[in-house]
């Protein structure tokens, strides 16, 4: 059962990763999908009232992390700005997404680790000429990608087994 929710998990992200990298267009119903299958996979490990405290903190630092965000671009760019002419629906809904995945340990960790591979790696394919540039960094579609790999590599290499961590 473990390894048809990990093979689900894995599957759904990179569904994410080649639409948003494509496209920068996610199908909306991937997210929930996502969601429930980590919940899933999660509820394994932990009982309801473990998982609503790890939600909870996770959903708080999303919360903290966009709060910043408007206050960075509220300083930025003054009164009159939308969200979502700086960052896409599907980069949200997708952090939302992750907040199911992990417990608050690891979700910092791949939260941090996350954006900077996507910096890093949106970067190395604007200064390949060959790559159609985007104005915009396909966050959801690599932070997904990233999200595919570490599942992978716990699926079969699971670092701390003993901890009940399901990532690092």
């Known amino acids: 059962m473990s390894m048809l929710l990990y093979s689900a998990v894995i599957l759904i992200a990179i569904f994410i990763f080649i639409q948003d990298f494509t496209e920068r267009k996610v199908l909306w119903l ?7 299958f980590g919940l899933l996979l999660n509820l394994k490990s932990f009982d309801m009232g473990e998982m609503l405290i790890h939600l909870t903190i996770n959903f708080l630092l999303t919360a903290i992390q966009y709060l910043f965000l408007l206050i960075f671009i509220y300083l930025k760019k003054g009164k009159h700005f939308s969200l979502f002419n700086f960052i896409g629906l599907g980069d949200v809904l997708l952090s939302v997404s992750l907040c199911f995945i992990f417990e608050p340990t690891p979700f910092i960790l791949f939260n941090i680790s996350s ?6 790696l949106h970067f190395l394919f604007q200064l390949n000429h060959t790559y159609k540039v985007h104005k915009t960094v396909a966050l959801a579609g690599w932070q997904a990608l990233l999200l595919s790999f570490v599942l992978t590599v716990d699926l079969f290499y699971p670092v701390i087994e003993s901890a009940n961590y399901i990532v690092f």
């Not at 954006?115 to 890093?120: G, K, Q």
Request: hydrophobic content about 85%.
């Open 115 to 120: 954006l900077f591979f996507s910096l890093l």
């Open 30 to 36: 991937l997210f929930p999908l996502l969601a429930v």
